[in-house]
């Protein structure tokens, strides 16, 4: 495969762009390993100014380690890291940021009892009064400005971080790379937690970063967005560089291949048998955060009802509703055709009722619990006899969910919070398929999750609800929702704008109904 | 004839209040103390009684919230502040609270009592001399042990005046009798603690054939370690002051004799000092500014008859 | 018995082996025997303040429970002549009363830990010493009451609050590391959000917690009472909350929750109180007592720490030894 050599485009107007693109930073043969796992096998790497690289693998395939390298925190074992033409064996996390590496991580650094130009210049901030050392704000603001504006920031230096979206925060952590001069700016998942209006002003940054002479290595499992910004990707399989493909040579098809190693079709799976019966319906519910809107929604079994809306739409809050976690206030719960009063968790678990949350490692798992301890939490006083919990009947269950989802990890009393996200997820399900679900709510299920991981739940959802449970499955990832739901649902601001049938899935109808607009060909709900 | 009644009425209402007003004027005494124990039960007492032999006046007893001198100081202040008179004080601290007892000392007369603070402006002490205390302890223990002996002492704050001048003055008075104080092992007023030392003291150091309690707690938990020792009557034990243990064991013979203060004639003759001193009357002030109120040894023979007079002064 | 526990006997031994080589009569049966009622006595409240801890919580509110219901108990039977069992048995139920107040403050009035047990130091001994008027409440001279000695009889020289120390930690032990509630406990002190999202009502886990600990401190407290026959309310184990926390915090609990040994507790009471020992029996001026304690600690923690490091490099060194090959 060959290099396509991207020139940089327009000549941005303040940096000076150089004419020959040359690589400033140069990986060659670069390995890695910890105890028992070769990170990175022998990677080389090119990296030269204004160039946008996608850098794309399954978890656990090295990006990470790369990054740690690439950012001084960790050293490798073996080859160079050439700056500037002089080779060194490792950097440091100060020689990293002299060579003008910078990051954006996908869990932003920023401190939210700061603005924005507090955030940008914390630790270097610029001083005056001699002695007395004190912050000089008006020059930071004033530096602070210019870098918002070539970013098409709308807000301002003063702005305090907590009251920006996860967008404009990002575009703060880009601001303090700006402003260290960075050559290199890794962004690492920047697009999993965005709005897609948010996306769009995203890959328009990454432009200008481009045009400024700045490279960008873009991490991601957002195949479209790695096909509309890169100019190369790289793939990375198993700590090894397995694919490097030029912009014309880019498709989606192409890349999962590359990154798993076999062709995946992500196709939809229909339903075994109709859906049955009403598991359980809402009628007329207020939640505490949209008291004005009376939500009704029934969830049959064996269906998979995709719930899709824009951030903020109330569908985490209704699942939290159905869940017990949160009151409602106004109408019933029916759970086969009985009004039930869930107040608590504990209430909708012995009913049945399941929810896998949206925060993972927050609420869904016990990061330092092992996998079989977090398996039999819910449902504990079975594993024990007399009130003293078997350590068999816990492991027994462990292993044999560990096997029923293919869950990777060393022994089930590894401890969970150091498995991957995917395989996180999985526990999470498994601790609930040890129990009898009647009902499953899936909060974002997906998320930071690679495509065989992926791939592996949906499977299970459609298994789950082939066997008669119900599954509501909340998401705003369009593939998802369009791939793998029977039917959808929309919510705006509170309430449920539409339902869709198959014939009727699209992006433009589900967007339409998430902005609140009816849809052409399609039932409304008031 | 109507208005005139009215009238008469009020004039009469007025006087009535002009008067009950001045009988609130009443001069107010204070006596302040440094910590909650029995010990100063007898000090309130005392007070209670001179208020029966005071009418004129109003005599108050105060626990700080916390033995702290600081807190005492400011109990001062406001107690200034809401009008009284003059104060006696009970310091647990005057060697660092000069400035404080100074302030107070320029707007009302200050006395003190228990621990003194002679570079103040305090008017005069009223108490035991905490040396001469100690010196009655240590010529008991002479007496005690005509052969001699080796003693550690146990007391509560290592650092306190008052604890500085018993002991100081026990070994003075034991010099030269063939009796050594060995050591003194201090509880920061921890009962427990206080109990822990004497029994650790039993067990590391079997050469001591005599203890001394110089707090009032102290000699109980001696009492109480010595018997689970089984070991009562083995070790001389001299005392002070007048825990109901204390007394008991005295009776039994355990100890030798306790040096008790008198701290019912600190809060009584406190009070009535006070009270002439604000009429005018200087006379009981000696030039020294000490006033000693003396210690007195109870033992065997004398301690029915001084509980029976701790009772009736209590009770009464 | 994990490493970290494994270290604190280490330290304890070392420092036992050291006062006993500066003065024999450490090992003297009179001197064991007078630590180990000690042990009993402090270890009881610590493994109570344990189970509050491990769901990140705290009680400041210890000390000042022993000196309130030590008050109550001694006055009941020494002043009112109420019978011992009795008397035992309210100052139980009134210390259980007590532990549910914090648990419903804290748990359904969502109000924090600190504040309400702090609130507690200050209300009990206050009321402690309103109760008996800031008087000191004892026995009178001479009584003897049938079968209160228990609490500070010796079996064999063995003390029985050493007795009920073992049979207490037991207990204990079962329940936090065997036991259901034992997981719920360490579940809610490791994420309390994640806790409840699995279905465990935390509310309950959280209150028993509390509950349990003031029942234990009660305990105590009559035990206290008993070893120092009269109880003054205003110094009556003062700051002694703060033992309790140290054993915890020396015997691997987290401050923060979720981690946490009963034998680490244990093996932490043991050494405070041997620290406290060797003070008196070393002939070290009274006033350095705390002083001793804190040093010897943080030698001790600190060395602990080093080798805990010292060993992680160890395994990385070796593990990247091995797949180097």
């Not at chain 3, 228990?150 to 590391?177: D, E, M, Q």
């Amino acid at each position: 495969m060959t290099l396509s050599q991207s020139a940089t485009g327009a000549p941005a107007p303040a940096a000076p762009a150089p004419a020959a693109a040359e690589p400033f930073l140069r990986l060659s043969g670069v390995r890695k390993s910890y105890p028992g796992v070769l990170a990175l096998d022998g990677l080389d790497l090119e990296i030269r100014p204004g160039e946008v690289i996608g850098l794309v693998g399954e978890n656990g395939a090295g990006k990470s380690t790369l990054m740690k390298i690439l950012g001084g925190v960790t050293t490798p074992d073996s080859g160079t890291i050439e700056v500037d033409g002089v080779p060194y064996a490792a950097l440091t996390v100060g020689g990293s940021l002299r060579a003008g590496i910078a990051f954006v991580h996908q869990e932003l650094n920023l401190f939210d009892n700061l603005d924005v130009a507090a955030n940008v210049f914390i630790g270097r901030e610029p001083r005056h009064f001699g002695v007395l050392n004190l912050v000089d704000t008006a020059r930071q603001r004033a530096a602070v400005l210019p870098l918002l504006e070539q970013l098409g920031a709308n807000f301002s230096p003063d702005t305090p971080v907590s009251k920006l979206s996860l967008a404009q925060q990002q575009l703060v952590e880009i601001a303090k790379a700006l402003s260290q001069d960075a050559r290199l700016v890794i962004l690492d998942e920047p697009t999993s937690s965005l709005p897609i209006a948010e996306t769009e002003k995203l890959l328009a940054v990454i432009d200008r970063l481009r045009a400024r002479g700045i490279a960008v290595i873009f991490v991601s499992h957002r195949l479209g967005e790695i096909e509309r910004a890169c100019d190369r990707v790289v793939v990375l399989r198993d700590g090894r560089l397995v694919g490097k493909l030029a912009k014309d040579e880019i498709s989606h098809d192409r890349l999962v291949k590359l990154m798993i190693g076999r062709e995946l079709k992500v196709i939809y799976a229909p339903p075994k048998a109709d859906r049955g019966a009403v598991a359980l319906a809402a009628r007329d519910i207020r939640t505490a955060a949209y008291p004005h809107h009376a939500v009704s929604l029934d969830l049959h079994g064996g269906e998979i009802l995709g719930l899709a809306g824009l951030v903020g739409s109330g569908r985490t809050e209704l699942a939290r509703a159905f869940f017990g976690i949160d009151p409602i206030y106004g109408g019933t719960l029916v759970s086969n055709g009985k009004p039930i009063r869930i107040a608590g968790a504990r209430d909708a678990v012995e009913h049945g009722i399941f929810l896998v949350p949206e925060d993972r490692k927050g609420t869904g798992i016990l990061l330092d619990l092992s996998v079989a301890e977090n398996i039999s939490l819910p449902n504990l006083t079975a594993y024990a006899v007399a009130a003293l919990v078997s350590a068999e009947r816990e492991r027994g269950q462990a292993e044999q969910s560990r096997s029923q989802l293919a869950i990777k990890v060393p022994t089930v009393d590894t401890r969970t919070g150091s498995l991957s996200g995917g395989n996180q997820q999985k526990v999470v399900l498994a601790k609930w398929l040890a129990m009898a679900p009647r009902v499953i709510i899936f909060d974002e299920p997906t998320r930071g999750i690679d495509i065989g991981a992926k791939s592996e739940i949906y499977r299970l959802m459609r298994a789950l609800a082939d066997s008669g449970v119900a599954v509501l499955m909340i998401s705003s990832d369009m593939e998802e929702v369009i791939g793998v739901s029977d039917r959808i649902a929309v919510m705006h601001e509170g309430g449920i704008s539409g339902m869709l049938e198959r014939d009727q899935f699209s992006e433009e109808n589900v967007l339409l109904l998430a902005v609140g607009k009816p849809v052409g060909s399609g039932r409304n709900v008031q | 004839m109507k208005h005139a009644m009215t009238f008469t009425a009020l004039v009469a209402a007025s006087l009535m209040l002009g008067i009950s007003a001045q009988a609130q004027d009443k001069q107010q005494l204070a006596f302040v103390v440094n910590a909650a124990s029995d010990f100063w039960k007898l000090a309130e007492a005392g007070v209670n009684k001179a208020q029966e032999e005071l009418p004129n006046y109003e005599v108050q007893f105060r626990y700080p919230a916390q033995g702290t001198a600081a807190l005492q100081n400011s109990l001062m202040d406001d107690l200034v502040a809401a009008g009284t008179d003059a104060i006696m004080i009970s310091s647990a601290d005057p060697a660092n609270s000069i400035d404080a007892f100074n302030r107070i000392a320029a707007q009302v007369p200050l006395f003190t009592t228990d621990s003194d603070a002679p570079q103040s402006d305090r008017i005069a002490y009223l108490g035991s001399s905490n040396t001469l205390a100690g010196v009655q302890a240590g010529e008991e223990m002479v007496k005690a042990l005509p052969d001699g002996g080796k003693c550690m002492g146990f007391v509560g704050f290592l650092g306190a005046d008052n604890a500085k001048e018993r002991i100081a003055g026990f070994k003075q008075a034991i010099e030269g009798h063939n009796i050594e104080l060995v050591d003194v092992r201090g509880d920061d007023v921890d009962f427990a603690r206080a109990r822990t030392n004497v029994d650790d003291v039993l067990v590391a150091n079997p050469e001591i054939t005599c203890m001394v309690g110089f707090y009032s707690y102290n000699p109980p938990k001696i009492y109480e370690a010595l018997q689970a020792a089984g070991k009562l009557g083995q070790i001389t034990v001299v005392a002070f002051d007048e825990d109901p243990v204390t007394l008991g064991a005295v009776r039994e013979g355990s100890f030798a004799s306790t040096v008790v203060q008198q701290p019912y004639e600190w809060g009584y003759q406190g009070m009535k000092l006070m009270a002439a001193y604000l009429e005018g009357d200087k006379s009981g002030i000696p030039e020294d500014g000490l006033i000693i109120v003396p210690t007195k040894v109870i033992n065997a023979e004398n301690v029915d008859e001084f509980e029976a007079d701790l009772k009736a002064k209590i009770g009464g | 018995m994990s490493k970290k526990d494994t270290g604190l006997l280490v330290l304890i031994l070392v420092v036992a082996a050291g006062v006993y080589l500066r003065n024999p009569l450490f090992l003297s049966p009179n001197n064991i025997s007078n630590t180990a009622n000690l042990i009993g006595l402090f270890g009881l409240f610590s493994i109570a303040q344990g189970f509050v801890i491990i769901t990140g919580g705290i009680d400041l509110s210890s000390g000042s429970m022993i000196a309130l219901l030590g008050v109550l108990f001694v006055d009941l039977v020494g002043n009112k002549g109420v019978p011992w069992p009795i008397a035992l048995v309210i100052v139980l139920i009134l210390g259980i009363l007590l532990g549910l107040a914090h648990a419903l403050l804290i748990t359904r009035l969502k109000m924090p830990p600190f504040v309400v047990t702090l609130c507690g130091l200050l209300i009990y001994r206050g009321v402690a010493r309103g109760y008996t008027g800031d008087a000191t409440a004892g026995f009178p001279f001479g009584s003897t009451y049938p079968g209160l000695d228990f609490f500070t009889a010796r079996v064999y020289g063995v003390p029985t609050s050493l007795l009920l120390l073992v049979v207490v930690a037991v207990i204990a032990w079962v329940v936090l590391h065997r036991s259901v509630f034992g997981r719920y406990l360490f579940a809610v002190g490791k994420n309390e959000e994640a806790a409840r999202f699995s279905g465990i009502r935390t509310n309950l886990v959280i209150g028993a917690a509390y509950v349990i600990c003031a029942a234990l401190t009660a305990l105590s407290a009559v035990f206290f009472a008993m070893y120092t026959r009269s109880v003054s309310p205003s110094s009556q184990a003062n700051f002694y909350e703060l033992y309790a926390i140290a054993a915890a915090v020396l015997g691997g609990f987290s401050l923060r929750g979720g981690e946490g040994s009963i034998i680490g507790v244990v093996l932490g009471a043991i050494l405070l109180q041997i620290l406290q020992n060797l003070v008196n029996l070393l002939g070290i001026p009274s006033s350095l007592n705390f002083a001793v304690m804190g040093t010897v600690i943080l030698i001790g923690v600190l060395v602990d720490q080093q080798l805990g490091v010292y060993r992680a490099h160890r395994r990385l060194v070796e593990a990247a030894r091995e797949t180097a090959d």
